[in-house]
């Protein structure tokens, strides 16, 4: 996979997760039509593929291993089997978050329009 075939996937990818744990309608969708539901994204599967899920990700892999994930997606091109984790959201604690954490977070952005900042 070239940078920028490699770069679309991981776009397309984090998108369908972040979709998949911030939407319940979409992470429907994928649960019942997986291959439409990441076609939304920009992901394209033949209609002859098959395209598992991955819900069960073993303890401590909560983290997505984006370079595993492309070597399956790449894999799944090859032979029209693909595998797609879809690992737990993340859980945020934000009542542990000092002022001191939230600039530090939004360091170097301001509340307007891009292009007016750096």
Known sequence: MDSQTRSDFVNAYTKVLTTA????AFAA???SDPKAAVREF????ADSAELHL???VPVGQDEPDMDKQ???W???EQTGH???HIPHAPELDMTELTENDLE???AGYCCCCPCCCS
């Open 21 to 24: 744990w911030n939407d319940e």
């Open 29 to 31: 969708r994928l649960e």
């Open 42 to 45: 920009g992901l394209e599967v």
């Open 54 to 56: 991955v819900r069960n």
């Open 70 to 72: 492309v070597q399956w």
């Open 74 to 76: 790449e894999a799944g």
């Open 82 to 84: 693909y595998e797609l």
């Open 104 to 106: 530090a977070v939004s």
